[in-house]
């Protein structure tokens, strides 16, 4: 098996959580770091979260770094639940895995230039704002030579947004970074909201991930039950969507996924700072800079990752968690 180098960038958060649960429960994926930045919960509880949350999986072989604390230029903002910081050892159980001393930054640097090297391209998660990125991208350009793309859970064209009416909350958090990263020329694929609102988790998935989906599983179930993502009114039936956990699916089939070329870009100051737009129909006469993904199989999204899930039941029933 050829398996895709990743580096996660993250801000965990609920659906971070279970991105990264996916990502860790996928052999495919060779998961070469995860960087921590401030976004849903500041740096400090992102951090935790992060290693709370692949402790649970045993995977002491993934190394976890502390990034950026706050955005680049705009006032911080937090998330919708940033007041309950870490996550309760309720619901995710505390880890005794702690992260890395060198910065987060820096790590991106020296494994994509050591990628560069070695002609060998990293491809980078990004689920959260996109600061660190930025920082490595501005400061070392010559990075953009060891990533083969960026996959992004950001923007929000047709669905409005979820922090704010004009935005989604990982470029509302830092516009100036999702500037950096979309004008940077790497590769960008992106997973907007309009897509993400298309697949919905409902209670009886829920229900059947707590049972077979191990340790994580239950984790996910009592996040998924406490943090209630349901939107009767917006999306017209219940459910609610894991954004984050589309990057990590499309890595691993990009056939349950439609999407279109387009030129995107953001406004990074002004009242709606954050509002992106998708050029899909070449308005604007400039080149595409991204692959957006416009539809999603949902049942087939769903499916996926309850497939993933089941795997950590099925190691600790033989006594083979971790790697």
């Known amino acids: 098996m050829v398996q895709e180098r990743i580096i996660i960038d993250t801000d965990p958060g609920v659906d971070d959580a279970i991105a990264l649960w996916l990502a860790l429960a996928s052999p495919e994926l060779d998961i070469l770091g995860i960087t921590a930045v401030a976004g849903n919960v500041p740096l400090e509880a992102t951090l935790a979260n992060a290693c709370k949350i692949v402790g649970l999986t ?3 072989d993934v190394p976890i770094f502390a990034g950026a604390a706050r955005p680049l230029i705009r006032d911080q903002v937090f998330g919708k639940y940033a007041h309950i910081g870490a ?20 790590f991106l640097v020296r494994m994509t230039r050591q990628a560069a090297a070695e002609d060998h ?4 998660c990004a689920l959260g704002p996109m600061t660190n990125l930025a920082l490595a991208l501005r400061f070392h350009p010559d990075v953009a030579r060891g990533i083969k793309q960026i996959v992004s859970m950001s923007c929000a064209f047709t669905a409005l947004g979820n922090r704010v009416p004009w935005a989604d909350f990982n470029v509302y958090a830092d516009p100036h970074a999702a500037e950096i990263v979309f004008s940077s020329g790497v590769p960008v694929v992106i997973m907007p909201l309009d897509m993400t609102f298309q697949a919905l988790i409902q209670k009886e998935q829920v229900d059947d991930i707590e049972r077979h989906g191990g340790a994580p599983g239950k984790a996910m179930a009592a996040l998924l039950r406490t943090f209630d993502r349901n939107e009767v009114k917006r999306f017209g039936r219940d459910g609610g969507p894991i954004h984050d956990a589309t990057v990590i699916a499309w890595l691993l089939k990009p056939e349950l996924f439609h999407s279109a070329s387009a030129r995107v870009g ?26 957006v993904m416009r539809d999603i199989d949902e049942q087939g999204f769903l499916a996926l990752l309850a497939e993933r899930l089941r795997r950590y039941d099925m190691e600790a029933r033989n006594g083979s968690g971790g790697r």
Do not use: M
């Open 58 to 60: 045993g995977r002491d």
């Open 266 to 291: 953001v406004q990074v100051t002004g009242q709606t700072a954050g509002y992106t737009f998708a050029d899909f129909y070449h308005k604007l006469n400039e080149p595409d800079n991204a692959l």
């Open 87 to 106: 996550f309760s050892p309720d619901w995710v159980p505390d880890s005794a895995l702690l992260p890395e001393q060198e910065h987060a930054v820096d």
């Open 121 to 124: 391209p990293i491809t980078i």
